[in-house]
């Protein structure tokens, strides 16, 4: 039996691809961003 795959698992193995790795980084900038002014409000 295989043992089921997480999000965090997925998420550990894509970062691995540095195109990947590259716009996740930037869209994490945008949420937080995102989240900040959010919180300003």
Do not use: P
Not at 7 to 21: A, G, I, P, S, V
């Amino acid at each position: 039996m295989e043992k089921e795959r997480t999000l965090q698992d997925r998420l550990k193995e894509d970062l691995k691809d540095t195109e990947f790795r590259k716009v996740f980084d930037e869209e994490e900038g945008y949420a937080s961003l995102v989240i900040q002014i959010a919180k300003l409000r």
